[in-house]
């Protein structure tokens, strides 16, 4: 049986796993620090009150009525995503931007397709199910 | 502490009714929102799916955790036989969240965001959620009596409030740059806490469903058993370092990866279970069916095994590799927040609504139309939104670079599919919940009338 005294070491036991796990991840973060340029985290909160995650997703994560962006800079380039963000699609509301929030958008899109790629066609199954790139 | 009368139940009563006004609410959103599924571009410029989908997500995520709350407070009073500790606070925690649900549903109509997932008011509306939840964390704390020798279920509810209020407050980090300057920190950390803050909610409700099985089955011993304490540990573990599965393709540090990988496989220790109880629940289903209560828990014991089937799966990284950033991702959540945990909670809130003055019994033959509607359209519901994920993941994963938008136009069969069952699945959800709110609403007019003719007699 489960005394008291065992449910409380054993919750304790997975709590500090937990707060050690956790303070470790905010303390060295997977990316080490790079500066950011100012209008690409201008950028960045525009994307987030604009809500474009509610459509568009950022690997793989969002809503799904529109399509991925992670790699968008670099498949399209900067001149195609400014012409749609100026003029919307039929299903993209065209949300009436100024110029520069349009740049600040395309240094937030620039810096996220910089991060990493999200296609999954450029990974690689091994035979234990994990994956790599 | 007074002991337990009915006194302030009617302050309880509110979270539950709110939530199943909210439930109703958010269904209308979601289908709005399957709808330009169907017909991409209506109401493109007033209501696009950027105001839809938070309205939808919100509503139901609010519908969860204001009817989690119900109950668990509700069967917090019967469990220890007494009141809550402070009533006042109670409601004064139901004042603010209700003015902040009421709020952040007028900033979508406004169309200001926050943009993350979930979440998508700005972020100042969190500081009285977080508020209205240390209250919370006050009152139960103050109400539960100790550790000693307590069912599992009470462990289960501390745990959901205390790791809501530390994940709710880690989804806000990004607001320092430390956090938000680089996109893979950013989305790991705001992994992190979703993962476990879907974890919580999940305390709160399966904690109450366990006290009503033990109400339903009159039988005590479960909750106290080794068993369901290694099934809440296990949960446990899962909740706090299971996340990274949402984050496979992100490229982040490994070991993340590595972890939540093997945390994830001790799910099928859970798998396997309910496989080997099998029997044993189908039993205790025949005898007690006709129990209305007790046939959502049968529902969602049925739904559990489906999604832990599907999350599994998902846990491994080459076969989430192809779910992934699809709609079967959409078909799990709301698979699991439709099928375990409305369900359940429907289950209770028809146990807690039992004692009103007009008994839900009266209502049994819809509320059982409704259950076989839902059922059954969520099993096409889900089975649609798979199919759509199905092909795009072929799309993803093709050489062949087909246009995004004759894919989705190619998936319009599974849309459909979507609109429609997800259309019945909303009316049988309305054929249970609308006889719930008219009880209460009924019994708190009546209530209202004698208290008025008692006034006038005096
Ligand atoms: C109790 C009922 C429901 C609950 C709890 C619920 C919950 C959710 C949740 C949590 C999401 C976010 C999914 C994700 O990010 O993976 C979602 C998305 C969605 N739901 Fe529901 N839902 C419910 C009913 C419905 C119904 C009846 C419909 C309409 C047919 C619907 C349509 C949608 C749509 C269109 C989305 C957006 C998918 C996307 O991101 O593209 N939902 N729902």
């Known amino acids: 049986m489960f005394s008291d005294r065992n449910k409380y070491v054993l919750a304790m036991f997975l709590v500090g796993g937990f707060i050690i796990y956790t303070f470790q991840l905010y303390n060295s973060l997977p990316v080490k620090q790079i500066a950011v340029s100012q209008a690409a985290d201008d950028g960045k909160i525009l994307w987030q009150k604009k809500n474009c995650i509610s459509c568009h997703q950022i690997y793989g994560l969002g809503g799904y009525l529109g399509p991925d962006l992670t790699n968008v800079y670099s498949k399209k380039g900067a001149v195609y995503i400014s012409a749609i963000l100026r003029g919307g699609t039929n299903i993209m509301p065209n949300m009436d931007l100024t110029d520069s929030e349009i740049e600040e958008l395309l240094a937030y899109l620039k810096d996220v397709d910089q991060s990493g790629k999200a296609d999954p066609r450029t990974f690689t199954i091994n035979t234990n199910g994990t994956i790599h790139q | 502490m007074e002991p337990y009368t009915n006194k302030g139940k009617s302050i309880i009563d509110l979270y539950i009714l709110t939530a199943l006004c909210l439930l109703i609410f958010g269904l209308l959103w979601g289908i709005t929102g399957s709808l330009q599924y169907i017909f991409p571009g209506l109401m493109r410029d007033r209501f696009s799916f950027q105001k839809v989908r938070p309205l939808h997500v919100s509503s139901v995520v609010f519908w969860i955790i204001l009817a989690g709350l119900g109950s668990m407070l509700t069967y917090l009073q019967q469990h220890t036989k007494r009141v809550i500790y402070s009533y006042r606070l109670l409601l004064l925690q139901y004042c603010i969240f209700l003015l902040t649900v009421v709020s952040i549903i007028i900033s979508y109509f406004l169309g200001r965001f926050g943009g993350r997932e979930y979440w998508e008011h700005p972020p100042y509306l969190a500081l009285p959620i977080f508020f209205g939840w240390i209250f919370l964390l006050f009152n139960f704390v103050k109400s539960f009596g100790g550790f000693k020798n307590q069912p599992v279920y009470v462990w289960m509810w501390l745990t959901g409030i205390v790791f809501f209020l530390f994940t709710y407050l880690e989804s806000y980090l990004w607001l320092l740059p430390y956090f938000r300057n680089n996109i893979i920190n950013d989305m790991t950390v705001q992994w992190k806490s979703y993962g476990s803050m879907v974890g919580s909610w999940n305390m709160l409700i399966y904690g109450s469903s366990i006290f009503l099985m033990d109400k339903i089955t009159n039988n005590k011993d479960i909750s106290y058993s080794k068993i369901a304490f290694v099934l809440y540990f296990t949960g446990l573990f899962n909740l706090m ?180 069952s997800g259309f019945f699945l909303a009316i049988g959800l309305f054929m249970v919940v609308y006889p719930l709110i008219r009880i209460k609403f009924v019994c708190k007019l009546k209530q209202t009338k004698s208290s008025y003719y008692v006034f006038q007699s005096n």
Not at chain 2, 244 to 250: K, V
């Open chain 2, 241 to 420: 370092f299971n996340w990274g599965h949402h984050i496979y393709t992100l490229p982040t540090a490994p070991y993340i990866k590595h972890i939540s990988y093997t945390v994830s496989m001790t799910e099928l220790f859970l798998i396997g279970r309910i496989i080997f109880n099998w029997r044993n629940t189908v039993s205790t289903a025949k005898r007690n069916f006709n129990i209305l209560s007790f046939r959502f828990l049968a529902a969602a014991d049925f739904w559990v095994f489906l999604t832990l089937l599907l999350a599994v799966l998902m846990s491994i990284p080459g076969i989430n590799l192809y779910t992934h950033g699809t709609h079967i991702t959409v078909a799990h959540t709301m698979g699991a927040t439709i099928g375990i945990n409305t369900f359940l909670l429907l289950a209770i809130v028809i146990d807690v609504f039992n004692d009103s003055c007009i008994r839900v019994e009266k209502y049994k033959a819809i509320i059982i139309r409704g259950y076989w509607i839902v059922n059954i359209s969520l099993l096409v519901f889900w089975l649609s939104l798979i199919g759509a994920g199905l092909e795009k993941s072929m799309w993803q994963m093709s050489k062949l670079q087909i246009s995004y938008s004759i894919m989705m136009q190619n998936l319009s069969p599974y849309f459909i599919a979507f609109f429609i």
